[in-house]
């Protein structure tokens, strides 16, 4: 079941026996779940503990009023749009729209003819589902605009945003942060001899290597040509080298070909960042990685060295 077919949870706020009887009875053969409040306060509780689609509200409430109750759903619970319907026996235009400005989106007034009333919730589930189609093409766009179409990983933009939070994290609570950069040097090599075609594969399967071999809760990232980050936080110095070892292993170990030709995969890696209790910044860090990295090609020939983290 997609995301715009869910079913509608109906939430019905009447303090009538009868008339909830009513309304479960008309709404018993669509594809709704159905919940029920006597009261408002009832209603906000339930609301709080789980979202409703979909709102059905007598104007006359033992706590509260319909309108009310609109306008505390309207204020508070902002982080998926409710359908509201008012249920009454006013008529006149005045009441009409009093509940509209509260917020209620239509009306139905009582005596309710059940066919008059599944139409009209037939309207607010295809304004739901309109809703959530929005919300969702709205995340994968948002989604889109922080991740490097190539590789997957987060792009510049997303990996600035996310590191300068968790920097701000780490100095405030004083946990250990490291910003690794990492050049893949294989990668003009495979390019100049094969196009880019097997550049784009060598990326390809350099970022596995980085997704596979580091935590969901840190950072990979693709910053452009043939540099990577990795932000990792909550390690020691000594467990970075680990983590650094476990990578060059890895990297020496892929059997990467392209059109049945065997390449191999080298990088360097240059590594700046604190075991805790220090001010940083990204910008200072990024520059210190990167110097880092330049010394690691420099003496690629160490596997670790305390300057740079260097892979070959």
Known sequence: MTQTSQEIRVLVVDDSPVSRKLLEHALAQAPYTLGFAKEGSDALRLFGERLSDLVIADWQLPDISGPELCRIVRK???SAYTYLMLLT??????SIAEGLAAGADDYLTKPFDSDELRARVGVG????????EIEAKTKALALDARTDPLTGLANRRAVEEWSVKQISGAVRHGYPIWVVLSDLDSYKPATDLFGHGAGDSMLQAFSEILKKNTRVSDLCGHM????????ISHVTRENMNLVLNRLREKIANYDFSFHGTALPLFANFGMAGS???EQLQL???????DAALLEAKRTAQTPLGEAGQAVK
Do not use: C, Y
């Not at 026996?89 to 005045?94: C, L, Q, T, V």
């Not at 589930?125 to 959530?132: F, L």
């Not at 910008?283 to 990685?289: F, G, I, K, P, S």
């Open 76 to 78: 508070q619970f902002t």
């Open 89 to 94: 026996g006013n008529s006149d235009k005045k």
């Open 125 to 132: 589930r295809r304004v739901i589902e309109m809703h959530r």
């Open 224 to 231: 452009g040509g043939d540099q990577f980050i990795l932000v």
């Open 275 to 277: 075991e805790g209790g």
């Open 283 to 289: 910008r200072a860090m990024l520059q210190q990685a």
